[in-house]
């Protein structure tokens, strides 16, 4: 007997990449979600035979006109009415900026209705240190984050965003809270941190043994030296590590058994209210699996915000004051679906374990084990560990619909999150008295000049030497921007209202 849908009629655009063989980007997203009752249109970001954890792969970039083109052909079709945009891997800054176009018309077209529309973007740049993204991407992916509703950035794109080191509980609240006041995102979810018993972080850029990772990106580096765009993914390039170092406690990863979500609704004022939910760590390291916690976040959050009276007519579905962080929706979302994948990448590591053990036995049969095992032989094995833990979402629909084992993953307050100074993130004017919004990149966003006979002297002698300020409201600003930063301010104008 097919199970009732569980959330309300939902019109997903997933935009993120594609794999013939395998689970990972749209390939996971879109099986995830439909099986949960969303109506899902997919735009693929690449086109690839494989996940590059497999060392080796064929394919293409979907470039940024391309990505308009079929957005454009929706369009013409009058099939852009969507309730909810997922983002997830974008090869270039160029077509980081055409998702940022496709985001800004599906939320205009959406109207000024609070709730209407809801954008989940997962900034998937990098983990462990490395980029896996041109660096030209990182500032564009920061012009995004005034637009979003809710973003999912492991612990090194959440530094990379916040320009805060991630070193302990407070440094993290701290970094949250710069995404909360100076971006205004809603709600932030760091998908994977790696505690010591005392609350410190394992730093983002610290080499370690590969474990599962229940929500920190799609792709898995490699070392692989070719860079050929259409065999090569970004995640095998040279590493590219931002010049601020996190200066974390030297400590033994084996001694670290869990992972830890923490997630975050901002008040009124967008303190940061912090839950974390932390999972035991399993010994493989999986692929797809950032995608999976992305897909599964959205009808979960969805029914959650259901339940509340009231609540989905709220711009960004964002919780009264009152709420405490355990009760938020978004933990009682996360709740579930770390409920869902624990018992599914359990049950395929089991399955993995069995593959493996099989094949190991078949080798040595052979003779192809210990001294006599060739570059050759090695490779082979890889490929098949690949293959043996692949996550085959398909065989688990019933993991997803119904979550067991829920009481396991109750959401708990992280009480550094009331502790963090009130001006962090607070956004402060330049020499020339202009504040930069956070809508649209640096240098040729919307800003705000302060009115005073001595902010103006300064902004007439800063043009007079040349420099370049493009202000909300010139010519001189991208008509997308402008489109978004109508959007914020007349959100923000209805947050004022109903406060």
Not at 324 to 332: D, R
Request: proline share 7%; with cysteine; net charge negative.
């Amino acid at each position: 007997m097919a199970s009732e849908p569980t959330v309300p009629e939902t019109r997903v655009l997933a935009i993120a990449s594609h794999v013939v063989h395998g689970y990972v980007g749209n390939k996971m997203a879109t099986f995830v979600m439909q099986s949960l009752g969303c109506d899902v249109s997919a735009i693929n970001t690449v086109h690839y035979s494989n996940h590059t954890a497999y060392k080796q792969v064929k394919g293409t970039k979907t470039s940024a006109e391309e990505i308009l083109n079929l957005y454009e052909g929706l369009r013409q079709s009058n099939l852009t009415d969507f309730d909810v945009l997922l983002t997830g891997y974008v090869p270039s800054a160029e077509a980081v900026q055409a998702v940022g176009k496709i985001g800004r018309d599906v939320k205009f077209n959406a109207g000024t209705k609070p709730g209407k529309f809801f954008w989940v973007l997962d900034p998937v740049m990098g983990d462990n240190g490395k980029l896996y993204i041109p660096e030209d991407e990182v500032p564009e992916y920061k012009a995004l984050l005034r637009e979003a509703d809710l973003i999912l950035p492991n612990q090194f794109e959440a530094e990379l965003l916040s320009d805060t080191p991630i070193t302990d509980l407070k440094s993290l609240a701290a970094a949250i809270q710069v995404l909360h006041k100076t971006y205004q995102v809603p709600h932030v979810i760091i998908t994977s941190l790696r505690l010591t018993r005392d609350n410190h972080t394992i730093s983002s850029r610290a080499p370690s043994k590969p474990p599962s990772t229940t929500g920190s990106g799609t792709h898995t580096p490699s070392d692989t030296q070719h860079l050929d765009a259409a065999t090569s993914h970004p995640s095998t390039w040279p590493t590219s590590i931002p010049s601020q170092q996190s200066q974390t406690p030297q400590v033994n990863l084996d001694d670290v058994e869990n992972l830890t979500i923490i997630g975050s609704t901002a008040t009124s004022d967008f303190k940061p209210r912090l839950f974390r939910i932390d999972t035991p760590q399993l010994p493989l390291f999986f692929s797809g699996t950032g995608d999976m916690f992305a897909a599964l976040t959205i009808p979960r959050l969805i029914e959650a915000v259901q339940a509340v009276p009231d609540l989905s007519s709220k711009p960004s579905w964002r919780s009264p004051d009152d709420v405490s962080p355990e009760n938020l929706p978004l933990a009682k979302a996360v709740q579930k679906v770390l409920a869902s994948m624990q018992s599914i990448l359990g049950q395929t590591t089991e399955t993995c374990l069995e593959k493996m053990k099989a094949y190991d036995a078949r080798a040595a049969k052979e003779g192809r084990t210990g001294d006599e095992a060739d570059e050759g032989t090695t490779k082979k094995r890889h490929l098949a560990l690949m293959s043996a833990s692949e996550v085959k979402v398909v065989r688990y629909v019933k993991e997803l619909v119904n979550p067991p084992d829920l009481e396991k993953f109750k959401p708990r307050v992280v009480e550094e999150g009331s502790q963090v100074p009130k001006e962090v993130g607070e956004r402060k004017p330049d020499e020339l008295k202009v504040t930069h919004l956070g809508i649209g990149p640096e240098g040729r966003g919307a800003v705000q000049v302060e009115e005073s006979a001595e902010g103006g002297e300064k902004l007439a002698d800063g043009l007079e030497r040349g420099v370049e300020l493009k202000i909300s409201g010139l010519k001189e600003v991208d008509s997308d921007v402008l489109r978004g930063g109508e959007a914020v301010a007349e959100t923000e104008k209805e947050n004022a209202e109903k406060a």
